[in-house]
């Protein structure tokens, strides 16, 4: 079980990276 939350935990944080470089994007453009 813990590498299952490992794994969800994993891609929360890289759904928000993607989010903040969209965000930059669009800020900047």
Do not use: E, K, R
Not at 3 to 28: C, E, K, N, P, R
């Amino acid at each position: 079980m813990p590498t299952s939350i490992a794994t969800m935990i994993a891609m929360h944080i890289g759904l928000f990276d993607l989010g903040g470089i969209f965000l930059g994007q669009l800020s900047v453009g």
